[in-house]
């Protein structure tokens, strides 16, 4: 081990960057790739990194693959190739596991040669509506989806950016990179055993939660109403601004029905006429002074018929790289940036009452709102929502490009895995090919690379080279290695398994799994051991994240429309960690003896 330890005031600077990091990721004090690219930049301004240092991870191969493995992800995703597949696979099987097996199975089978965010935002409305047709509560369903394309996502090296990541980390060390199936010897097993506790523990651990859009479909009386315009009052001539209905609290005008035809949007210079039928979509608790008002009268008519071709009901979940976390619609001014108006707001399973523009927005909540038909592609690919579902109606896809966007995935993993040319170079391509073939515009390609994903890589090297030069991993690994002796070396790759996983519920897995790295190294290396198989173990436990729902992204997307709660996760979640710390501490030292 080497002489220079915890002693050095680098270590100790960097220890506490390293803390405080965790800190306000954990806390959500900010988007992560804003505190991990922050921490960096302290690290660089106090003298513990030089600028090469810093900033490698953005010349690391690593960052670019993951890029082009997003855009062709989203080529997938746009053409609905998997959608379909998974409406025609899932059918009317006779039970619920029979159900979750026809969707677990090719859903990791999917994961594990496409990123899984895209994958799983492509398969909740298939699955949400195949759970409303059957009647089933889909929250029996959502959050096996999601383990089950984390679970996929351990069998190739691109089935996860975490894996591709610790591959990089691999040629920076100049160490070979991962193989296409390497890191599958021990995934695989993994994969399947935890597929199999899935299919067995979800229909009995699962609680039957009420999902957001179900709360829209019992109860849309609550949120539209209907009033018409009184001839001869004071709104009759008057327009929308001047009638003081563009800012109602908690209200938004959203269609008018004069005659059958139907305005929406409506404008703000928009006449009101006598005999005009408004519909206002809010909360029914706000309209008191609507009714109160001489100018407008109660409308008894049907509510149901909004005019689809350009207004629906659309599903948004708030990720942790949102604007809106920490704000309220009224802060973001949400209708005029938006042109969209919220409904309702969900959180944990249940809906947030009170005046919905004074609510403080949260990662994780679910906002149902109403909003023109484009609200989809505009919004699909911005960090401002983890995923967007229509609600109402099919969600229109690129049907006709699916079949290049299957031979291009094809190509790439057939490539990759042959050896052909390296995966830099085969996600490379096969993102040319997904722009040259139409099969997405530029401005597709552009938004189907998360910026943040890529920001949160880059700047985690720079950390991750500060752990390693001060000393400090080789602190933390003589700790494990010390602490943990009389247990043997399964001992310390039980203790670095387990400290992958509790940091990895704590910030993201490409940050988890980069901090780990230099002391999973490190610990090899005071074992006399190589190093190989501690490093693939940490890749796959990075990506482990079964605890709670904000430890990975797909479990994020899956909560508020699965009407889950914060402890649902542990209760499925728990069976599956343990099996995957149980499977690589047994399976890594069989195919990569210490």
């Given at each position: 081990?080497?002489?220079?330890c ?5 270590a100790?600077?960097?220890?506490g ?16 790739s ?12 106090a003298?513990v ?13 690593a ?16 053409t ?5 597949l998974?409406?025609?696979v ?26 899984n ?6 398969l909740?409305?298939a699955v949400?509506r195949?759970?409303?047709r059957?009647?089933?509560?889909v929250?029996g ?15 190739t090296?691109?089935g996860?950016?975490?894996?591709v ?8 060390e100049?160490?070979?990179?991962l ?5 599958g010897?021990?995934g ?9 506790a899935l ?9 039957r ?5 179900r ?13 018409t315009?009184?001839a001869?009052?004071a ?6 601004r ?18 059958g035809q ?7 210079s928009?006449?009101l ?22 100018s ?8 149901e018929?909004f ?6 009901f659309?599903?948004?979940v ?13 802060d973001?001014?949400?209708r ?8 309702a707001?969900h959180?944990?399973?249940?809906r ?5 523009g004074e ?35 099919v969600e ?21 895995a ?9 996600s490379?391509?096969?993102?040319l090919?997904?722009?040259l ?5 530029a401005?597709?390609v552009?938004?189907?690379?998360d910026l ?7 700047s985690?090297?720079?950390?991750g ?13 003589t700790?494990?290695v010390?602490?943990?002796?009389p247990l043997g ?5 039980f203790?670095?398994v ?6 990895t519920e ?7 799994a ?7 190294v ?7 051991v190589d190093p ?9 436990a990075a990506?482990?994240?079964f ?10 997307m899956?909560w ?7 402890s649902?996760y542990?209760r499925l ?10 499977g ?11």
């Open positions: 081990m080497p002489a220079r915890l002693v050095s005031w680098e100790w600077f960097t220890l960057v390293v803390v405080l990091t965790i800190v306000a990721v954990a806390r959500e004090v900010s988007a992560p804003a505190i991990i690219f922050g921490a960096t930049v302290v690290l660089l301004v003298g990194l030089e600028p090469a240092q810093a900033f490698a991870g953005f010349s690391n191969p960052p670019i693959t993951v890029a082009a493995l997003y855009v062709i992800a989203a080529a997938v995703e746009r609905g190739l998997l959608g379909p998974l409406d025609r899932l059918g009317r099987p006779l039970g619920e596991r029979a159900a979750l097996a026809r969707m677990a199975l090719p859903a990791a089978a999917s994961s594990a040669f496409l990123n965010t895209p994958i799983v935002a492509t909740m409305p949400s195949w759970a409303d059957s009647q089933r509560s929250s369903f959502l959050m096996p989806l999601s383990y089950a394309a984390i679970l996929g996502g351990m069998v090296v691109i996860t950016s975490t894996n990541v610790v591959s990089g980390l691999l040629e920076a100049d160490m070979k990179p193989g296409f199936f390497e890191i010897k021990a695989l097993p993994i994969a399947l055993v935890g597929l199999a299919l067995v523990l979800a229909p009995i651990v699962l609680p939660r009420r999902p957001a859009r709360d829209l479909e019992t109860d849309i009386r609550e949120y539209v109403v209907d009033m315009v009184v001869g009052g709104l009759d001539g008057a327009t929308v001047d009638g003081g209905l563009r800012h109602l609290s908690g209200l938004f005008l959203v269609q008018i029905d004069r005659g139907v305005i929406a949007p409506v404008s703000p928009v006449e006429h006598g005999g005009d039928r408004l519909r206002f979509v809010g909360k029914a608790d706000d309209v008191a002074d609507l009714h109160n008002t001489k407008l009268a109660a409308d008894g008519g049907d509510i018929g005019d689809t071709a350009r207004l629906a659309f599903e948004a708030v990720g942790s790289a949102s604007p809106l976390v920490g704000r309220s619609l009224r973001v001014g949400f005029a940036r938006y042109q969209a108006a919220v409904v707001i959180r944990a399973g249940q947030v009452e009170g005046k919905l609510v403080r927005l949260r990662v994780g909540d679910t906002l149902l709102l109403l909003a023109g038909s484009s609200f989809l592609p505009r919004w699909r690919d911005r960090s401002d929502f983890l995923v967007v579902s229509r609600l109402s109606g229109p896809t690129r049907s006709g490009k699916a079949l290049f966007a299957g031979l291009i995935t094809a190509g790439v993993v057939v490539a990759a042959s050896g052909l040319v390296s995966i830099l170079e085969a490379l391509v096969g993102a090919a997904v722009f073939t139409g099969t997405l515009t401005g597709e552009r938004n189907a690379i943040n994903v890529l920001v949160v890589i880059g985690s090297f720079g950390i080279v500060a752990v390693h030069t001060t000393g400090l991993a080789d602190k933390i690994a700790l494990i010390d602490g943990l002796a070396q399964h001992g310390v790759l203790g670095l387990l400290a992958t996983i509790l940091l704590m910030i993201t897995n490409n940050a988890a980069i901090l780990m790295f230099p002391i999973g490190a610990a090899a290396a005071g074992l006399g190989r198989g501690f490093i693939i173990a940490v890749a796959l990506s482990a994240s605890l709670t729902p904000i430890g990975y992204q797909t479990n994020t899956v508020g429309p699965g009407g889950y709660r914060f649902d542990a979640g728990l069976p599956l960690t343990v099996i995957t710390v149980g690589l501490v047994t399976f890594v030292p069989v195919f990569w003896p210490f």
